[in-house]
């Protein structure tokens, strides 16, 4: 008696799992395949043995991306293919026993959804140069792939173009980083500011162009502070009181400047990871420590531009006052 069969294929990037059921709804073969074309050439010689010159039904849940060479081979081969879309999948799967999800359920559903469809004429083998390739020795999938998906090669074009403007970007956004890196190294205060540890040259820059660079238009460090988004402001009313929260209007500018630096040197400088963890001890979140440290580094780079001295670390400190 002449078989047939239905295939369902859960296709994925790189594997795909094709499960086989008859027509008593008995499954025949269930394999996991990874997504090259001996593997997916093997399974299609592999199915067609099963049915020993009956009708195979082939269905997939993807019409394109990961399933696109396997729908290739399989009209390349003359093969009655079905497309299942994911939610007719999805919906199915709930009236099949079991709860859980795997490749292997999703491949059967898939079958047994194509089992009800009209069937198409018989199948077309594979070659028999083909179908014994495999023989020859395990190459890498690109190597072994000779069948062009549709669409393959315009996209490999816009691939390559695509790529082209990316590193024609990076060029050019290294250019721009490296005038602005020249442009902040001629401020005055371009190397006091860079000495705070998390500070470099484009967070020192971010930080003279959200300022101006000039420290006496803000008058105080809390000035500033209120303008950085780093100091609370009262939120009160009628009987509440002592709510402080952040003011509406700040630089978001000036807040990363600082969030950033902050969060940096809580790694690398002792003195600032010291600050960080006793404010992660007394209760606060890392991002309630982050900001208070961002805080706390804002009044020390406003002494140090008002002074006009560069940052020491304590031991530098202690260091110069024994000499």
């Not at 490749?103 to 083998?125: L, M, N, Q, T």
């Not at 190459?139 to 090669?153: F, L, W």
Request: some cysteine.
């Amino acid at each position: 008696m002449v078989a047939e069969l239905w295939a369902g294929t859960d296709a994925g990037k790189a594997e795909h799992h094709c499960t086989v059921i008859d027509t008593n709804g008995n499954k025949v073969l269930s394999r996991r395949v990874p997504n090259n074309e001996p593997e997916l050439l093997e399974l299609l010689g592999n199915v067609l043995e099963l049915a020993d010159g009956g009708v195979v039904t082939w269905a997939v849940d993807l019409n394109s991306g990961g399933a696109a060479l396997l729908i290739a081979l399989l009209v390349g081969h003359g093969q009655k293919l079905l497309y299942i879309p994911g939610r007719t999948l999805h919906h199915a799967a709930a009236a099949y026993r079991g709860s859980g999800k795997t490749d292997a359920k999703d491949a059967f559903v898939i079958a047994d959804r194509s089992a009800a469809a009209r069937r198409g004429s018989g199948p077309r083998c594979p070659s028999h140069q083909q179908r014994h390739q495999r023989r020859r020795g395990r190459s890498h999938p690109a190597e072994a792939q000779h069948t062009t998906v549709p669409g393959e090669k315009t996209a490999a074009r816009m691939v390559h173009t695509l790529a082209r403007e990316v590193i024609r970007l990076g060029e050019e956004i290294d250019q721009l980083n490296t005038l602005i890196e020249g442009r902040f190294r001629e401020h005055a205060d371009a190397e006091v500011i860079t000495s705070m540890p998390g500070i470099g040259d484009m967070l020192g820059a971010e930080f003279i162009a959200a300022t101006g660079g000039d420290m006496a238009a803000f008058g105080s460090p809390d000035r500033l502070a209120g303008v950085a988004g780093l100091a609370p402001v009262p939120r009160d009313s009628g009987k509440v009181s002592g709510n402080l929260k952040r003011p509406r209007r700040y630089s978001r500018r000036l807040l990363r400047m600082f969030y950033l630096s902050a969060q940096v040197a809580a790694v690398h400088c002792p003195e600032s990871r010291r600050f960080y963890q006793r404010k992660r001890a007394e209760g606060k979140s890392h991002k309630q420590a982050v900001l208070a440290l961002a805080r706390r580094r804002l009044n020390v780079l406003w002494a140090l531009i008002r002074d006009h001295r560069t940052f020491k670390a304590a031991t530098d400190r202690q260091a110069t006052a024994a000499a």
